[in-house]
């Protein structure tokens, strides 16, 4: 299993080309790095979630606490937050930059290696893992059904994880 139950949203017949896939992501990253959070919240779908496991090959989000598990409420509530102009936590605002590479199409799961760099308050950290999408098609375009990140240190004590991954 990789994470909870799939959405309703579908994908009916065939997976997404690796080349459609692969422009995609990059979308996404370069949305969150300009700190557009309204249009990536709009990527998802309406029962869309997002999850960044806290223990390697982590089952679910419900039997061990995640560093980040948000279902579609709790991502329109982090992306409101993260508009908000006076977030404690991002004071001043993060600098990101990500790289979205080794796109790879597994049993209609889009798989992507992700590396981002934050830079805030004078310290700059590094994210990297796995990513793992289920995209599904709606009228305008692709849409995110789920979306499962696994950083390669996940078990590490890993302080005030708040912009997305």
Known sequence: MTGPSAPAASNPGRSIPQNEAEVFLVHEARLLDEGRFDEWL???TDDGWYWVPSQPDQADPFNTVSLIYDDR????????RLGNPKLHAQQPRSSTSRIVANVTIESDIVRSKLLMIEYRQGAQRTFAGTCRDKL??????LRIA???VDLVNCDDAIDGLVIPL
């Not at 599904?136 to 375009?141: K, L, Y």
């Open 42 to 44: 709009a990527l998802f």
């Open 73 to 80: 409420r709790l991502l329109e509530t982090r992306v409101r």
């Open 136 to 141: 599904v098609r709606a009228r305008d375009g």
């Open 146 to 148: 789920w979306k499962r």
